[in-house]
């Protein structure tokens, strides 16, 4: 069957470009070509297009006024994120990856969603657990576990991202990690709030999909870890959800994500992103039974471009952009929650 090749244009060429999507396109030859490349710094986006034979600019519109372009991955600061979505798609693209999140309010989501809605141009949200095989493989074989579960725990221990991004390729001016003054309350608030839009936002659409609701939802303790990271507990539609993330000198990274209900119990145990190491790895277990799906080959970041290839091409209907903004709701409030907590406990602001 004959394949096309689909132009990819990177808004921001930091470490997430250069040590994560950039050697994923390799292994995908026949479906992508990294065409164009743009960043703030043009000496930055030189080199790391010289590195696979892109053109290069400093500008989102230089990229879209590239004809060979066709989809766009957005990976510049958050904060940028909606004003480049909104343009990828009115300029006509044949899809957009935005890395998480991709939007830092309700309204600027509901506001892309209307975007992709008028000009039909399908947007993923780069969320790469949501697009794991071995996650997906336990989604559809774990029965009523979604109506049932009682207990949530996310666990995330993780060297900072140096170690895994040297791993994966030499990193162009990566920024230096910074040594946060945790003496400061709104400093510690920030961490945390930053943490579960950084890093929770992964596995947080996957909490969701375990639960019926969240419209309940309350922060019952929030505290910050050092050198990085949280500890979260949470209440959200009767069901009680751990958060929990440090980031520190680990000899063995762990992630998992567990959900229990009366009779079942489901671990989902990823790869850490930066090093390619294949999917999750999902057990699935009721009484005496337990069903194991993965490891894949690949992760949720090849997972995400597979299909954003087959949505582009219109193989498949593109995501519900409804379900993108209840993530992003879910996301959020958990973050302003978690980050007003933190300052109830040092005293400065006075409890709801």
């Given at each position: 069957?004959?394949?096309?090749?689909?132009?990819?244009?990177?808004?921001?060429?930091?470490?997430?470009?250069?040590?994560?999507?950039?050697?994923?396109?390799?292994?995908?030859?026949?479906?992508?070509?990294?065409?164009?490349?743009?960043?703030?710094?043009?000496?930055?986006?030189?080199?790391?297009?010289?590195?696979?034979?892109?053109?290069?600019?400093?500008?989102?519109?230089?990229?879209?006024?590239?004809?060979?372009?066709?989809?766009?991955?957005?990976?510049?600061?958050?904060?940028?994120?909606?004003?480049?979505?909104?343009?990828?798609?009115?300029?006509?693209?044949?899809?957009?990856?935005?890395?998480?999140?991709?939007?830092?309010?309700?309204?600027?989501?509901?506001?892309?969603a209307a975007v992709s809605a008028e000009t039909g141009v399908p947007i993923l949200v780069g969320a790469m657990h949501t697009f794991d095989p071995g996650w997906r493989a336990a989604q559809a074989n774990?029965?009523?576990?979604?109506?049932?579960?009682?207990?949530?725990?996310?666990?995330?221990?993780?060297?900072?991202?140096?170690?895994?991004?040297?791993?994966?390729?030499?990193?162009?001016?990566?920024?230096?990690?910074?040594?946060?003054?945790?003496?400061?309350?709104?400093?510690?608030?920030?961490?945390?709030?930053?943490?579960?839009?950084?890093?929770?936002?992964?596995?947080?659409?996957?909490?969701?999909?375990?639960?019926?609701d969240f419209e309940d939802l309350a922060v019952l303790s929030a505290t910050p870890l050092a050198p990085f990271g949280y500890q979260l507990v949470l209440t959200a539609s009767g069901t009680r959800i751990?958060?929990?993330?440090?980031?520190?000198?680990?000899?063995?990274?762990?992630?998992?994500?567990?959900?229990?209900?009366?009779?079942?119990?489901?671990?989902?145990?990823?790869?850490?992103?930066?090093?390619?190491?294949?999917?999750?790895?999902?057990?699935?277990?009721?009484?005496?039974?337990?069903?194991?799906?993965?490891?894949?080959?690949?992760?949720?970041?090849?997972?995400?471009?597979?299909?954003?290839?087959?949505?582009?091409?219109?193989?498949?209907?593109?995501?519900?952009?409804?379900?993108?903004?209840?993530?992003?709701?879910?996301?959020?409030?958990?973050?302003?929650?978690?980050?007003?907590?933190?300052?109830?406990?040092?005293?400065?602001?006075?409890?709801?």
């Amino acid at each position: 069957m004959p394949t096309t090749t689909l132009g990819v244009g990177f808004v921001g060429a930091g470490p997430v470009t250069q040590a994560i999507h950039l050697p994923t396109l390799a292994r995908l030859p026949e479906a992508f070509d990294v065409v164009h490349i743009t960043d703030v710094d043009p000496e930055i986006a030189a080199s790391v297009a010289a590195r696979v034979g892109a053109r290069s600019s400093s500008t989102i519109e230089q990229l879209l006024d590239d004809p060979a372009v066709d989809v766009v991955a957005v990976c510049s600061p958050h904060q940028f994120h909606a004003a480049q979505v909104t343009a990828a798609c009115r300029a006509g693209v044949k899809g957009v990856l935005c890395e998480k999140p991709f939007a830092m309010s309700g309204q600027e989501a509901s506001e892309i969603a209307a975007v992709s809605a008028e000009t039909g141009v399908p947007i993923l949200v780069g969320a790469m657990h949501t697009f794991d095989p071995g996650w997906r493989a336990a989604q559809a074989n774990w029965g009523d576990l979604a109506t049932t579960t009682h207990s949530i725990r996310s666990s995330i221990v993780l060297p900072p991202n140096p170690r895994f991004e040297d791993f994966a390729t030499e990193v162009i001016t990566r920024p230096d990690w910074p040594t946060p003054d945790l003496t400061d309350a709104e400093v510690r608030a920030g961490l945390v709030q930053g943490g579960i839009m950084g890093l929770a936002i992964h596995d947080l659409p996957l909490v969701r999909a375990l639960l019926s609701d969240f419209e309940d939802l309350a922060v019952l303790s929030a505290t910050p870890l050092a050198p990085f990271g949280y500890q979260l507990v949470l209440t959200a539609s009767g069901t009680r959800i751990e958060l929990h993330t440090v980031m520190t000198a680990t000899w063995r990274p762990d992630w998992a994500l567990e959900a229990y209900s009366d009779d079942q119990h489901l671990r989902v145990e990823f790869t850490p992103s930066y090093v390619h190491a294949g999917s999750a790895v999902s057990t699935l277990t009721s009484g005496a039974t337990a069903r194991t799906f993965g490891p894949e080959a690949f992760n949720g970041y090849e997972g995400e471009w597979r299909e954003l290839e087959a949505v582009a091409l219109s193989r498949t209907p593109p995501p519900d952009t409804g379900v993108l903004i209840d993530d992003l709701r879910f996301a959020l409030r958990i973050a302003e929650a978690a980050a007003q907590r933190v300052r109830y406990a040092a005293g400065q602001v006075v409890a709801a």
